[in-house]
């Protein structure tokens, strides 16, 4: 069985979480819960562009918010 994600001439889309992790999505499948198009379809390599010019910070959302605070607690033991 092929790999669906594999298809350069395919249409894809581009999804993001609410942790703020894209993801490149075959356009014939159901977007999943917990996920919402932030590109429509479009080639696989103008999706994976996308991507790479939006998703700069790979860390989750989660893991940022408590990284933020650890810095601000190290900031003002100066």
Sequence with gaps: MSNPFDYEDSSYLVL?????QYSLWPAS????K???????KAKRRVCLDYIAEQWTDMRP???????GILESLHETDG
Aim: include cysteine; glycine fraction near 18%.
């Design 29 to 32: 499948i159901e977007v999943p």
């Design 34 to 40: 917990g996920w919402t198009q932030m590109l429509g």
């Design 16 to 20: 993001k979480n609410d942790e703020g």
């Design 61 to 67: 959302l989660s893991l940022c918010g408590e990284t």
